[in-house]
């Protein structure tokens, strides 16, 4: 899980790369998909968009918020 996150971070930095190089008319839309693993569910047991992310990472969630972590302080608009 440790290769296949660094190898998926190693590649988000490289196309957020790119994309900074590109004016804002320019860049096309960039979508990072994960897992629910990333998130922290409620008090009952729910995730939704308003949940935050999991601060003891299992499953997918390894690959999945440190490359959301990447993307959120790439200082790209959403």
């Not at 900074?20 to 998130?39: C, G, N």
């Not at 918020?65 to 993307?71: D, G, I, N, S």
């Amino acid at each position: 899980m440790k290769s296949l996150s660094t190898q998926r971070q190693a590649m988000t930095r490289s196309v957020l790369d790119a994309l900074k190089r590109l004016s804002a008319q320019e860049r096309p839309v960039f979508f990072s998909i994960s897992s629910a693993d990333d998130l922290e569910p409620d008090a009952h047991g729910v995730i939704s968009h308003r949940s935050h992310l999991s601060t003891k990472l299992h499953g997918f969630g390894y690959i999945g918020v440190p490359v959301r972590k990447l993307v959120e302080a790439s200082g790209l608009e959403d």
